[in-house]
């Protein structure tokens, strides 16, 4: 079974109560994060965003085997 690493930062990290975790999973990342909200609930409400591979998605790619998604929450600026 395909598997990928998701990584959570921040605040992110505090409601899954760690950093990351290697899922077995093979679909779309819509569906992956679905998933990650039904296990840990607050992050239905949370504001993030998602990296693929260390680039920001914007869409609903296809995971692949071995593909490393963060879970990043908002970053401040000044």
Not at 6 to 18: D, N, P
Not at 33 to 57: C, G, H, M, P, R
Request: overall charge negative.
């Amino acid at each position: 079974m395909p598997h990928v690493q998701v990584r959570y930062f921040g605040a992110i990290a505090e409601i899954t109560g760690k950093e990351q975790e290697r899922i077995p999973f093979s679909g779309q990342l819509n569906v992956l994060l679905e998933t990650l909200k039904t296990k840990y609930s607050l992050l239905q409400t949370a504001d993030y965003q998602v990296s693929v591979n260390f680039t920001i998605i914007q869409d609903n790619p296809i995971l692949n085997d071995g593909d490393e998604i963060a879970l990043l929450p908002p970053f401040a600026g000044g």
